[in-house]
Each structure stands twice: as structure tokens, then as C-alpha cells.
């Protein structure tokens, strides 16, 4: 069943440029394919934001990430409602649910296909700012200003328990050799745990949040991170950080992707 075409004329996945201060895109880097996907959906309510990094051989990962994002959204789309009176446990069943769906789609269509993937979901309430998040393996997300990375994601990987543990510090992790080694990720007839939260304080004006794949955090500075809250040249200088980051880790550059939203 190819639901690509059905899905991006209902959800309107490439139109990038109809938030002015929402910014995306992604980068086969030296892969043969790209396995990241992400997606959107703006609500007057609300925006929900995504990206996922799929694992897998044979199509798998490819697959997973996108069959997730978009199953998410359209979930999404009949649940405003519930995102903003209760988005913990909202966005935590909706995540699952759309899990099911890509697990049940791909055990359908693709019988003993190996297919997993990461992801990251942010949801940010209009009414009063306050941001909530999931996430599953080592996609991020950063919440941060020009001066300084305010808050991230922890990682569901073997790297971050060790920097969690003091054997490793953050800027050792993305040049580790077990960097990418998960301990949770979505697959095909798996139930993982999510990791949910709900800030206390609402973003403010000048903060930003950036939801990217391995393959960008990896390869960048937190200092490169909080210039990307600058409001100037921002889509320029968000390719040119993707670009570094490609460059950086050639020729064995992993897939690249993000989505930035100023406030």
C-alpha cells in the first residue's frame, strides 16, 4: 500500500515556507538513501512539530520514519482539542498510536521487513507557549537562546548513559564509537516507552527550538546552535549548518535533518 501521495496532499508536508519564523530540511549526506523524515502541522490552536531517523535495511528505515510522521499527524489533526487541555498524555497515545499504524502497515505490506526509528515531537500550545515533548532514541530537540542551549533531550542511547554516568562528556558523544547504539526506538511489533514532558515555563521571545536528526547534533557546536536564534539570514544559516555538518563527517555522513521554530 503506497499511502505517500494520499498523505502529503491531505497534510501539505512540503510547504516549508508558510510559517515565516518556521524553518526546515534535510540532507541525504554520503548515504544512498535518506532514512530522516520530518513533518508539521500549524494549527491556530497550536503547531506540532516532527522528526524522525529511521533504521532498517531493504527500505525499512526509509520507511518507518515516514509511515510514523505522517501517521502522527493525522492522528494529530482530530486531537487539538485534547493537545491543548492535556498534551502529556495526548501526545504520549497519539505517539503510540501511530506507532501501531506504521508497525501494522509495514507487517502487512513488507512481512518480515527490519524497520525501526527514532523520533522527536514537540507541541507548543498558542495560548499560553508552554511547550511538550516526546521522544523516543537520540533525535533531539534543543530549546535555546543566543546565548545559551536552555534545554535538551536526553538521548535513549548507550552514550548518553555514559555521559549521565560521568564516563563520557557532551562533547565526546557524537564522535564515540557507540554513538548510535539505542536502548529504545520504535519497530514493528514493539511497544516502547516514550519520554514525555511538559516545561513549567513557557518559551519566550527569543528562544528557539530545533528538532534534528543524529546527524546534525553530532557534528555541530552548541555555540553554532544558539547562533541559529539570531533572526537574521536564519534559512540561510540553517543550510549552512546542515552543509558543515555533511562536510565534517564526509565521506561517511549520516542523514541530516531539522526543523527550527523562532519565537
Known sequence: MNLKASFNRLLGLSDESSQQNFFANTRIGDRKVNQDYHAHL???KGSLLIVADGLGGHQGGELASRLFCESLILLARNSINDLCTDPDQTLESLAAQAAD???KTLEDDYPGIDAHTT???????TSNNKLT?????????YRFNEKEIIWRSRDHSVVQMLVDTGQLTEEEMGTHPEQGALTRSIG???KTKATVKTQSTPMQKGEALLLCSDGLWEMVSKKEICALAKKKNTEKQLHKLMSAAVK???????NVTAELLLF
Not at 119 to 125: K, L, S
Not at 133 to 141: A, F, P, W
Not at 248 to 254: C, G, L, Q, T
Request: charged letters at 20%.
Open 101 to 103: 499504524l506504521m508497525s
Open 248 to 254: 565534517r563527517a564526509a565521506p561517511k555522513s549520516d
Open 133 to 141: 515533548t516526546l521522544h523516543i532514541g537520540d533525535s533531539r530537540v
Open 188 to 190: 514493528v511489533g514493539k
Open 42 to 44: 500549524f494549527d491556530n
Open 119 to 125: 523520533c522527536v515531537v514537540c507541541w507548543i500550545n
